[in-house]
């Protein structure tokens, strides 16, 4: 029996294990097994973000279906944190959300919005037929929160 790793193989155990094929320590790891630093997100002013709160079913039900569960979920957590002034590890998908719009860096600091826009035109064109009509009617019914002296 051969392995890709240098060891031994003990022979007595079902099914054969190598013995030697952990990496050494110092050895890069794969991305998700990495250590992440921790930021500090911060909340954009309200009053030049108007949109719909992070616990919507707005934000959950198309959001999720533009982005996937986890941007969304760590999106969540971003917003969290900023309201809590608490640190959280960095998010894995920090890219996505800063190229849709919702978090920004600026002055070596992460914002992020307090209330999340309707999704974009690009968006609604990927969604399932279904879930693109219901989303008409949904944005019809949702109601913004507007900046303070814009009415």
């Known amino acids: 029996m051969r392995f890709a790793a240098p060891g031994t193989v003990r022979q ?15 050895a890069a790891l794969r991305v998700s097994a990495q250590e992440r630093y921790r930021i500090t997100p911060r909340l954009w002013p309200e009053h030049l973000c108007p949109g719909v709160e992070p616990s919507h079913p707005y934000v959950l039900t198309y959001w999720t279906a533009a982005l996937g569960p986890n941007a969304v ?3 969540l957590r971003l917003i969290t944190a900023a309201r809590r002034r608490s640190e959280i ?15 920004h860096f600026h002055s070596r600091a992460v914002w992020v ?12 064109g990927r969604l399932a037929p279904r879930l693109r009509q219901q989303h008409r009617r949904d944005l019809l019914s949702v109601h913004y929160r507007l900046p303070p002296g814009e009415y």
Do not use: K, Q, Y
Not at 94 to 99: A, G
């Open 12 to 26: 007595d155990e079902r099914p054969p294990v190598a013995t030697d094929i952990a990496p050494l320590p110092g």
């Open 73 to 75: 979920s760590e999106l």
């Open 89 to 103: 590890p960095h998010p894995n998908f920090l890219s996505v959300l800063c190229r849709e719009g919702l978090v």
């Open 113 to 124: 919005r307090p209330l999340l826009p309707p999704i974009g035109r690009h968006h609604v």
